[in-house]
């Protein structure tokens, strides 16, 4: 009986795996994913999965090869994961409409953000003293399963109340790790909920950005020395739709 093998890519992260702990397979700063099969396309007109906004996750977790746990990945990590997917699946390519016209950008020539990777040397936990209160916090990029937990506290909360949307406090919740050195998880809450001015709030997310490892998912509009957000639509994954 033939054997049939499955070609697989080794793509960088933009960690480095270096916000992981040692142990942790990711701190490798690689992963191996395998090309797109017509198994992955199942996934991907799975109507249950799109209904529930996981299909994505589906097709990460059937893609990746190396043994990782999915709830590990960091977002940025994740984002290079769905970049290389895309460009093993169905090329680098990507047409998409920018203010009424249609641009194509090559996706294999993204580059990562550049981060000052000294920032990094304690792994995933940062210091940060809010400009304003001049209180000392310590926080971590979120995860994938951090990412999953706040979607399903802001669901429950919203099913209390369908008015009201606290994703924002949420993730700073799951994000702040200590306050003046109090690591106590009611006392973040409380802290977030009634003490984080919003200037400081604003800061935080500010110098986020600043250390958040990522693939650079912006692009030059013809014409333009500004970059702009690369629209992430359907046509990634469904490039014949429509």
Not at 70 to 87: E, F, Q, S, T
Request: glycine fraction near 4%.
């Amino acid at each position: 009986m033939a054997e049939f093998t499955l070609p697989t890519e080794v793509i960088d992260l933009p960690s480095k795996g270096l916000l992981y702990p040692k142990d942790n397979p990711l701190a490798t700063g690689k992963i191996e994913i395998k090309y797109m099969t017509a198994k992955e396309e199942d996934i991907l007109s799975n109507s249950s999965y799109i209904r529930q906004g996981i299909v994505l996750d589906k097709l990460f977790q059937s893609l990746v090869v190396s043994k990782i746990k999915y709830d590990d990945l960091l977002i940025g990590d994740k984002n290079a994961i769905m970049i290389a997917a895309r460009v093993l699946g169905y090329g680098s390519d990507y047409e998409f409409d920018y203010e009424g016209k249609k641009q194509t950008i090559d996706l294999s020539k993204l580059d990562f953000v550049k981060v000052d990777e000294k920032l990094w040397v304690n792994g995933n936990s940062f210091t940060f003293t809010l400009p304003s209160t001049k209180n000392k916090i310590t926080f971590k990029l979120l995860t994938h399963g951090d990412e999953r937990k706040i979607t399903e506290e802001v669901n429950s909360l919203k099913k209390l109340n369908k008015d009201s949307d606290s994703t924002l406090t949420t993730r700073l919740k799951h994000m702040i790790t200590s306050v003046e050195g109090d690591t106590e998880t009611k006392k973040i809450r409380e802290f977030v909920d009634n003490y984080l001015l919003a200037r400081d709030s604003r800061a935080l997310r500010e110098y986020i950005k600043e250390i958040q490892p990522d693939i650079d998912l912006t692009f030059f509009p013809p014409e333009s020395n500004q970059k702009r957000s690369i629209p992430i639509g359907l046509s990634l994954f469904w490039p014949d739709l429509g």
